[in-house]
T-cell receptor, first 112, second 114 residues
Framework: QKEVEQDPGPLSVPEGAIVSLNCTYS??????FMWYRQYSRKGPELLMY????GNKEDGRFTAQVDKSSKYISLFIRDSQPSDSATYLC????????????FGAGTRLAVHP | EPEVTQTPSHQVTQMGQEVILRCVPI?????FYWYRQILGQKVEFLVS????????KSEIFDDQFSVERPDGSNFTLKIRSTKLEDSAMYFC????????????FGPGTRLTVL
């Protein structure tokens, strides 16, 4: 079983739609959870980070963590064509030097 | 807004040659990382570096790889004898000591080994 599973998509939605992106993980020791956005051939850009179970909102983005189900989500409201990118979930353990373990990334296309 | 920078953006080299990839982390950050991403695959951890020494390395980071912080601003990844399978995007990342492990990534160096 892979440590972090993420559906690679592609996911195609119309402008204005609500997008739901998800990851599951197998190791209950993961404590930090991040979402990155990556445009083609560019570096990952940190969007959201969370530590505890529950929701965290930032503008059009909401990150949700359910540690009991080992499931994290990123919701994008009022999606825009500029949101078209690959979204990577990443997670790490508490303490230590905190290497990130990434999901495969979900490719999102928002069409006008 | 401060950002991680990397040079060069693209490096082409012949198999067996040495390459050095350079990174300038964000100035008040103290933890540094290298990751790589082979085309179409996941971002993979290579090595973490803190207090002038390697703190953790992956199985990928064998004797052909080394890292160095030669001065107060640069952080380098050296591949001694490149192989075809080293072709990938290499990302440098950094973070502060006080963050919830928010790592900030550079734009990457695309390494092509011929």
């Amino acid at each position: 079983q892979k440590e972090v599973e993420q559906d690679p998509g592609p996911l195609s939605v119309p402008e204005g739609a609500i997008v739901s992106l998800n990851c599951t993980y197998s190791n209950s020791a993961f404590q930090y959870f991040m979402w990155y956005r990556q445009y083609s051939r560019k570096g990952p850009e940190l969007l959201m980070y969370t530590y505890s179970s529950g929701n965290k909102e930032d503008g059009r983005f909401t990150a949700q963590v359910d540690k009991s189900s080992k499931y994290i989500s990123l919701f994008i409201r009022d999606s825009q064509p500029s949101d078209s990118a690959t979204y990577l979930c990443a997670m790490s353990f508490l303490g230590g030097y905190n290497k990130l373990i990434f999901g495969a990334g979900t490719r999102l296309a928002v069409h006008p | 807004e401060p950002e991680v920078t990397q040079t060069p953006s693209h490096q082409v080299t012949q198999m067996g040659q040495e390459v050095i990839l350079r990174c300038v982390p964000i100035s008040n950050h103290l933890y540094f990382y290298w990751y790589r991403q082979i085309l179409g695959q996941k971002v993979e951890f290579l090595v973490s570096f803190y207090n002038n020494e390697i703190s953790e390395k992956s199985e990928i980071f064998d004797d052909q790889f080394s890292v160095e912080r030669p001065d107060g601003s640069n952080f380098t990844l050296k591949i001694r004898s490149t192989k075809l399978e080293d072709s990938a995007m290499y990302f440098c990342a950094s973070r502060t000591t006080s963050s919830y492990n928010e790592q900030f990534f550079g734009p990457g160096t695309r390494l092509t080994v011929l």
